[in-house]
């Protein structure tokens, strides 16, 4: 299945058929442009590369314009690829458009995307640290982590903190992958697909979209009584 790009327009709220309220984030998704079809036999791998939003010529390159004129494309400002087996490769070809039509049967999606910066944090905001004890005698060090040379001794080594030890430092603006989000609603004509969950990044941000690759096991049982 489809791999699409699209834009994060912020949120909104459908009512079902029962008069239900459900908040929903809603998506704008393609239409994409297959810019290239990369095969095993010249690439290494089976891969669909798609391209999403326009730009001007004069903001792009000399090698990436020749490359979406190549698909019989203007300018495209962001591309990306996905993997397909070798059979599937077959159904795309190089200037293909790819909509959300491709998700109308899809129940869930996994929505890829960078999360927002919160720029240089402390431990109890970073990783919910409950902190120092805030009572009488305490030095001023309420949201201080605390120590940190006890953890790093180690017989034989440098003796510095190891890797991955969580301290203060810059928080968010890295990718994010939020699994098996429902799919509420698809607004074929205006390229609309809305879904209930969390979707990372600021409104007008630039995601992709991908069928669910693995389901909670709540909705994989809803998903096996279903079909």
Known sequence: MATLMGTKLGMTRVFTDAGVSTPVTVIELGPCVVTQVKANET???NAVQIGFGGMKARNSTIPMI????KAGSAPLRHHGEFRVSADKAGEYSLGQTLTVEAFESVPYVDVIATSKGKGFQGGMKRYGFKGQLATHGVERKHRSPGSIGGHAV???GSGGPKKGKRMSGHMGATRVTMRSLDVVRIDKERNLLLVKGPVPGPNKGMVMVRPAIRLYKGK????????
């Open 220 to 227: 994989a049982a809803k998903a096996a009584a279903a079909g």
């Open 154 to 156: 180690e017989r034989g």
């Open 43 to 45: 690439d290494g791998y």
């Open 66 to 69: 020749g490359h979406d004129m």
